[in-house]
């Protein structure tokens, strides 16, 4: 009787970059979360990054840089209030939680569900995943 062995030889891989690690998924995904609509600071960005950071193994993207220099007095414009700045931001955070959502293993983690769907975060909570029926 011949003896089987099992072929225990990884797989060559190539380095994962954040294109790969949040780009469309080779097979079918299909999220479906109930409808909710909150209001988000950028300071609940930062939150949630560094949640997803410290509580997952999900290589987290950029948030948009901070406005440091659209507050300075005297700039002779609208600053952190110009139109061309906000709508600016708005479409990088919103880049930032979609790929953050459509991340498997993001998409499990408590903290990205309050941030979705909760109307005041509860930054006291006890990181955790959610388990799905």
């Not at 909150?38 to 930062?46: A, K, L, T, W």
């Not at 560094?50 to 948030?63: G, N």
Request: aromatic share 10%; charged share 30%; net charge negative.
């Amino acid at each position: 009787m011949a003896e089987t062995v099992a072929d225990t030889r990884r797989l060559i891989t190539k380095p994962q970059n954040l294109n790969d690690a949040y780009g469309p998924p080779s097979n079918f995904l299909e999220i479906d979360l109930k409808e909710s609509t909150v209001r988000r600071r950028y300071s609940d960005f930062e939150w949630l990054r560094s949640e997803l950071e410290r509580e997952s193994k999900v290589v987290v993207p950029p948030l948009p840089g901070k406005a440091f220099l659209r507050q300075l007095p005297f700039r002779g414009d609208d600053g952190i209030f110009d139109d061309n700045f906000i709508e600016e931001r708005k479409q990088g955070l919103e880049q930032f939680i979609n790929k953050v959502a459509g991340h498997p293993l993001a998409q499990n983690e408590r903290c990205l569900h309050m941030f979705l769907q909760d109307e005041i975060i509860d930054k006291s909570y006890t990181p955790s995943k959610i388990r799905h029926a």
